[in-house]
């Protein structure tokens, strides 16, 4: 009853919290400078600083990040990223306006948003609701702490509202296909420059309507581990129906820039325009402060926003599909004839009607397009007017003529963007039936016919067995893989329509015509070079509707030269070609390090190992360990591609599945063969022993799957990010990347210790039990451990019944009124299973397969007996059951012994006889029973146990045991082997005998106890002598300081004092026995660090300076030590 009231108030407050409004909706929701926020992308080798308003980069401010590459290095390759949305609109006084709205950029000079006079942005402005209000941070994946209670644009979710606690991915709810992902909105509410409303039921909006819905992504895969993906989704929230809008993209820096200093001046830029790609250059190659070689840098349009109403193929994809091809004699004037075919444009519906002047019964035919009508009369030229957004000829077809002049004078021409491209022919109907010439995302068709009812059919969210609708109808359904929203190839792609180089300061991005005109359509500028240059690119004309969406998604990367460049830009491409759906790396590990003396131990879990990547499912297939002394990873050994361009890392150990699946990946990746490993085994844990104390060391423990040479897939291996501010400390890292410092212990620890496992209960099992311990730090102290067993029965390696162990159960018995189960029936008892880690300490097992024979210790008392074989019985159905006994076999006169009445089968029962042995159970000391199968008969001699009298049979001796029941059990069988039937061997004699040993597993009889130390520091054996300084002397510098993150100056120092005390006070005097400095060491809980780290500074916070010192150690009653050090320049 009272869980029941509980529940009813959490929900009584909800409803109450829900109804009152404090619950963000999408409607009345609008830009608010309050709500700026910024992100850090990190998530491969390019890492960049970004913010919800749409600006990328480092505007102005020094602790971000400006677009670096390769992460960690200090190198800028971009200042500022900035967008533009522009449209052509006709505003309240009836006058032609280009409205552009852009971001607020760097805020230097003229790379800087629009602003009233008053101060307010005229730009993008983030919407609230879509971050914590308890963080300045922008939502990512990676930060749950970031993300908002609830998701504003998730509330009308039927089956969960507002999807609290889960990620709003992209991919679906919760669903994490990229290794970083990050998300907000913005719209350009407050962009009140110009008298147009966009809005009729609200006139508080301006700009142009458009709310844009931005993600990042970011993949470690080595294909696309040199950018970062943008998504861009342009809705219409007003009533004004867009018909000409443009989409720009700014990229400012001077290549060649470091954290340290600019290079500004030399830059050099260019396009390609049929991967829809634009680039910087260094016009040298050679930065600030002389690094070289500096590469590439730029963007990629990978979808733009799409046109499916001007009846052409603008992405070219509906090339085998019917439909006109364009060419320049459709551009020719022709005079319009009363009976001539014409197509008749509805630009509402956009609509076409064929017919004639004839048809029309009309003098002047008018068509309204916005505000305008365009008249049309027999005898009238007929010409098509580029970028006016009509079909000015009649055919149908808008703006096929798109164009620009290239070249001045003589060598001037026309470029047209659409010659070569399909197209409706209106007159015929031809190219009307594909559904690849004016595709768009929201036609409810599978343009493509990608969408695979099997794989694919999972509902609005894309999560399976969530329950919501459109989960299992059979047909596509917005939100599902591979149809409309979700499927990058349903968009008729604009692509790269412009390209300009500009001096920054010549293009003022507050200047609203200037940069629409900078974005003409087949407008292409390269030839401003060797300058401080910008690059403006840009795509359009396009329509966006009231109501609807159009997408813009583009690639930003760097390469180490063109080749590279261009290279990134074609496997982005085909990521964004697939949905962003490549091969995914399994899940990062969580690991955890454990620093000792000349040691680091590494334990991880095993998350990555049940992952399944969206491809290729569950395909796992190791982990790599990689170590250095930097963040770059630099002390690895670099693989290069076929380019010569660092790929991959030689991690310092690997381990992968005992499998069929070895050696390299058949499916290269850049020219490089991927090492899928030996077939080592998996383990969680690894302990490095070839570390230097007082080094700082950074470790990743990376995941990796097998790929698919049937699907063409290479392997995917997860990331190992690791972020520097730019004072070098360590700001963010992924959470397989330790960093970790190896030290001696404190002065007199002891260290944990194990007790050998005893037996208190069975105990004959020919297994053993040992103990790694992994963290000292989580042993108990005198606390007792119990490890039990189960065992069952199964066929055997010779087809007979056999006992193996079943599983293993570790439990901590210290309390016997409460022992609590660490590990509870794990199959894992093989020899080389790994079982979990549990408080401290590993079990490990060596385990013996199965119950057998111990060849190497049965064996005869005399050599010339013929030799035996002892199985499990085994005659019809009747199988004799392996015991874990060993026994003793004594031979003597016949009568020394009875065997008993044994029924083998229904028809066949052995009678009690004399004979002439005994058998002994040499575990319970005592004689059993048996029966005897007298096969080998001889006159005179029957109950004397023999073999081969008549060159084939052996007498048969079958060993029956006590069960639990009460009862008894056929067990194993004893003969002679016919392999030694010759002269040299002969029939056991009075006298002899034969010891027969089993193997024996861990049974269920099988209960074993131990007992944990925990590490402890014993004063009486603190030795002040071992105290030293590390190094001494100091000769300029110390191998394992970290990184100078100054551009002037020698950085930090260290000194070391190793071997302390648990509790001490270190003076430094100069040798006039001035007080230099006071240290205070204090070991605590972790007496695993018997170091003290000095950053040589003095307690007036000055730079020692170079000479002799002397330190004196006050361990209190532990005594005091006094030495010297030297500080050489």
Known sequence: MKNLFKYLIVVFIFACWFCSGAVAQMQGLHGDYLELRDGVHSGNLFRTTFYNDGTSGAINDPSAFAGEWPINSGTKYMIDGNLFVGGEVIDSEGQVKHIMTEVRSSIIGNSTGDRSPDGDWWTFLPLPGFASKDTNKIAMSKWPWAWPYVWPDRIDDPVDPGWPGQWNGYFGKDVYNADEESFFVADDYTNAEFKFYPDSTD????????????????????????????????????????????????????????????????????????????????????????????????????????????????????????????????????????????????????????????????????????????????????????????????????????????????????????????????????????????????????????????????????????????????????????????????????????????????????????????????????????????????????????????????????????DDYLENVKWFTKAYGENYNFAKAPNIPTVQAIPGDHRVTLIWDNAAEESEDPITGKDFEGYKIYRSTDPGWNDAMPITDGQGVTTYRKPIVQFDLANDISGYAPVDVKGIKFNLGNNTGIVNTWTDSTVVNGQTYFYAVTSYDRGSAQGGLAPSECSKFITLNTAGVVQDKGKNVVVVRPEAPTNGMVPTEISGAVAIRGGQADSKIGYKVINPLLIKDKNKYQISFEDTMLTGSASTLTYVTKNMTLVNVTNPSSPDTLIKKSPNVKTGDVLPITEGFQVILASVAELGVRADSSMWSRDSVYAYVVEPFLYGKTRGVPLPFDYEIEFGPVGMDTSTELSVSATRKLPAIPVNFSVTNLVTGKKIDFGFWENDKLAGQEGTFTAFTDKSRTDQIIFIEPDVNDSTVISWSLELDSATNDSLHNNPRAGDYLIVKTVKPFMASDVYEFETSAQYVNEATIDLEKIRVVPNPYVVTNSWEPLNPYSNGRGPRELHFTHLPPNCTIKIFNVRGQLVAELEYHAGSDILDGTLVWNMLTKDNLDIAYGIYIYHVDAGENGAKIGKFAIIK
């Open 203 to 562: 006139l508080l909006r301006r700009g142009l309507g458009i709310r844009m819905w931005v993600r990042g992504f970011q993949w470690s895969n080595a294909l696309v581990e040199d950018g970062l993906f943008n998504l861009f989704d342009l809705e219409n929230i007003g009533t004004f129906n867009h018909d000409k809008m443009v989409f720009g993209y700014k990229y400012g820096n001077n290549m060649g820039d470091t954290k340290d200093g600019g290079d500004g001046g030399d830059d050099m830029g260019g396009f390609d325009k049929e991967s829809d790609s634009a680039y910087l250059y260094d016009f040298d190659d050679i930065g600030y402060g002389g690094w070289t070689p500096i590469g590439y840098f730029g963007g990629v349009f990978l979808e733009s926003p799409g046109n499916p109403y001007d009846g052409i193929d603008n992405d070219g994809d509906g090339v085998m599909g019917d439909g006109t091809v364009i060419s320049e004699s459709m551009f020719d004037t022709k005079t319009l004839g009363l009976s001539d075919p014409i197509v008749v444009t509805d630009y509402e519906t956009f609509e076409r009607k064929l017919t004639s002047m004839a048809e029309l019964a009309v003098d002047t035919l008018k068509i309204p397009y916005q505000d305008l009508i365009f008249k049309f009369w027999v005898g009238k030229s007929l010409q098509e007017i580029p970028f006016d957004l009509v079909d000015n000829n009649l055919n149908g077809i808008i703006d096929e003529n798109n164009g620009a002049v290239v070249g001045e004078g003589a060598d001037a021409y026309t470029s047209y963007l659409y010659v070569g491209l399909k197209a409706i022919d209106y007159y015929t109907g031809a190219g009307r039936n594909n559904i690849l010439l004016d595709e768009r995302r929201n036609d409810g068709i599978d343009n493509d016919g990608d969408w695979d009812p099997a794989f694919d059919d999972l509902g609005a969210d894309g999560v399976a067995f969530s329950g919501d609708p459109g989960e299992s109808d059979g047909i596509p359904s917005n939100g599902e893989p591979h149809f409309d929203k979700t499927d990058v190839d349903e968009t008729d792609m604009i692509g790269l329509t412009s390209f300009s180089l500009y001096v920054w300061e010549n293009l003022p991005q507050y200047d609203d015509e200037k940069v629409w005109t900078y974005l003409l359509p087949g407008f292409f500028d390269d030839e401003l070079l060797n300058a401080n240059i910008e690059l403006l690119y840009g795509s359009g004309y396009f329509p966006v509707k009231a109501g609807t969406i159009e997408r813009f998604s583009m690639g930003t990367m760097c390469g180490i030269n063109r």
